[in-house]
């Protein structure tokens, strides 16, 4: 199981689902403990009632349905599915309208979700997921991208409600571009990242707005780690191996 999730962090996002199949095909005992564990690139559905997007992840799956966060339906149908309490479901509405406000100012559109329920220990846990299509066909504004996705997954466990609350979330972002341009050539980048978080916050300020801040300084922290990480050491070797030329030149001795 260590080597398979090894394997996993390893894989670029885009072959993740299918590098998955062939594990569960190998290790057939271990198949419930991949699947939980193991972050796929998010897939989109539309919820025909609110004419909205959705994105589909294990948080809202029961059986071979979806809920939608918007009309809280099941896609397709299902009978005696599970549904959150009208004051957690009060909050999930409430969570979407504002991360549907967040996307659009971070990340210039794209499609959010907020599912929640509540845990055994009379908590409840959260998740946000953003999904933004940057490639030129896509939602990419600046038309720079072949192709590009951004995945983001938040997952936050709220402890019992008292005057101080803990809060642990452990956040995943899935990057992948390409691009195929006269200028730039043709590049492909791809790679993911797990980051985790606990405060103590006081709950007079009421769980989203703290739920909100600990997401807000979270992808602050990751957007630096993928820019230093994966752009910053690409760009270091590809100067090295292939120098600009102004660089060769002044290494080109004189005569």
């Known amino acids: 199981m260590e080597a398979a999730m090894g394997l996993m962090r390893r894989m670029p996002p885009r072959h993740s689902e299918t590098t998955l199949s062939a594990l569960l095909s190998l ?31 294990e948080y809202n799956r ?26 957690l479901r009060q909050m999930e509405i409430e969570a979407n309208d504002i991360f549907t406000v967040y996307c659009e100012q971070y990340y210039e559109g ?8 509540e845990d055994d220990n009379e908590g409840l846990v959260a998740c946000f997921l953003v999904k933004k299509d940057g490639s030129k066909t896509g939602q990419g504004r600046r038309g720079y991208l072949e192709e590009g996705t951004w995945d983001a997954i938040h997952v936050i ?13 452990t956040s995943t972002v899935m990057l992948s571009l390409t691009t195929d341009d006269v200028s730039s050539g043709t590049f ?9 978080m606990n405060m103590n916050l006081p709950v007079a300020d009421g769980h989203l707005s703290n739920m909100g801040k600990m997401i807000e300084e979270m992808e602050a922290k990751l957007r630096n780690s993928l820019d230093q990480v994966y752009f910053g050491k690409t760009r270091e070797m590809v100067c090295n191996l292939r120098p600009p030329n102004e660089v060769v030149q002044m290494r080109l001795p004189t005569s």
Not at 78 to 87: Q, R, V
């Open 157 to 169: 466990e709220v402890g019992p409600e008292e005057e101080i609350t803990r809060y642990c979330l």
């Open 62 to 87: 029961d059986a071979d349905s979806y809920r939608s966060p918007w009309s809280n339906k099941y896609h397709p149908p299902l009978d005696d599915a599970p549904y959150p309490s009208s004051k």
């Open 110 to 117: 794209g499609i959010s979700s907020v599912y929640m329920w």
């Open 188 to 196: 492909s980048l791809s790679g993911s990242i797990r980051r985790q």
């Open 27 to 57: 290790l057939p005992g271990h198949a419930s403990d991949l699947l939980s564990q193991v972050d796929l690139p998010l897939q989109v559905l539309s919820d025909v009632d609110s004419g909205k997007k959705f994105i589909l992840c």
